[in-house]
């Protein structure tokens, strides 16, 4: 007759011990990171192929049209910001988000253009997968042509906000800022935004998984400096638009008014002196062709 023997604490331990050492070899252990959500990227590996989310098709990239620098990859990287804290950094070009002690995951990304740029500390206030993107009164003023969104336009391949939105706060008020995708890819690496932070679709969907609500953002200055509070631009002045006059239309003539002619000044006409007229000559007797005759000879 067999006996069952009751299993051992000690036993129970051990087990649980041989289970996280064999998890932990799939993870780096100097990453000191969570097993959940996406695996991280290996060295070189192609993390811009082609996909569908939520019936979209989402195109594969030509790597090589990338620059290295601007892949998604696991870097070193000191910081004394907590793991979980998205840092960007305006001057570079790059977004980092800290995975560990010395280490974070980085993805190139395109920022704010001239006149566009702010810093400072906001928080993740929410997140949506292909977002409505409904352009600010300020943007369709200064883009007329944009006014056929006023409403919002549907989520989609073509919609600037891309396949992912993270919606950012700062002291708890929404100034419009966003890290989201972005249809146009080759953006990435420049000025491009209207301070917004685009990312490739293909990196903001792998960030959307990351993170769950709440993380710490710090943008840096445009230098790449550490922020010593929040800096916003003042919106810029809307673009002067000359009217458009429909076709066929005859456009109103202006009048001008009449040309100033310079008066032409009257110059006083130079008289010539005039020498008088010799006196007729006092003779005796009458004149012969106007001269006294010669007195006759006696």
């Known amino acids: 007759m067999r006996v069952t023997r009751p299993i051992s604490a000690k036993f129970l331990a051990v087990g649980a011990l041989m289970c996280t050492m064999l998890l932990s070899a799939c993870v780096d252990p100097s990453l000191g990171v969570s097993t959940s959500g996406p695996p991280l990227p290996r060295t070189d ?18 790597v090589d049209k990338i620059p290295e620098t601007h892949r998604r990859q696991i870097v070193e990287y000191e910081t004394d910001q907590p793991v979980g804290t998205i840092i960007i950094n305006p001057k570079t070009k790059l977004l980092y988000y800290v995975i560990g002690k010395g280490k974070a995951l980085r993805y190139g990304i395109a920022v704010g253009r001239a006149g566009f740029e702010w810093s400072g500390e906001a928080i993740v206030a929410d997140k949506k997968p292909w977002p409505t993107w409904t352009p600010p009164q300020e943007m369709i003023a200064r883009d ?27 002291g708890g008020k929404d100034y419009g800022y966003r890290i989201h995708g972005t249809p146009e890819w080759q953006s990435i690496g420049r000025n491009a935004s209207s301070g917004c932070i685009r990312m490739i679709n293909q990196d903001v969907i792998d960030l959307f998984s990351r993170i769950q609500g709440g993380e710490k953002v710090v943008v840096l200055t445009a230098s790449g400096e550490m922020p010593k509070g929040l800096s916003i631009p003042d919106a810029p002045a809307p ?20 040309p100033v002619v310079a008066a ?31 007195k006759a000879v006696d």
């Not at 590996?45 to 030509?62: K, M, R």
Request: glycine share 8%.
């Open 144 to 170: 007329p042509k944009l006014a056929k969104w006023a409403n919002g336009q549907p989520g989609g391949p073509t919609n600037p906000l891309g396949a992912r939105a993270i919606y950012l706060t700062s």
């Open 45 to 62: 590996e192609n993390v811009y192929f082609a996909s569908t989310d939520a019936g979209f098709e989402i195109p594969a990239l030509p």
């Open 239 to 258: 673009k002067k638009v000359a009217p458009v006059v429909p076709e066929g239309a005859v456009p109103a003539l202006k009048i001008l008014p009449p």
């Open 264 to 294: 032409t000044p009257v110059v006083a006409p130079v008289v010539e002196p005039v020498e008088p007229a010799a006196a007729a000559p006092v003779c005796a007797t009458a004149l012969v062709n106007g001269v006294c005759p010669p």
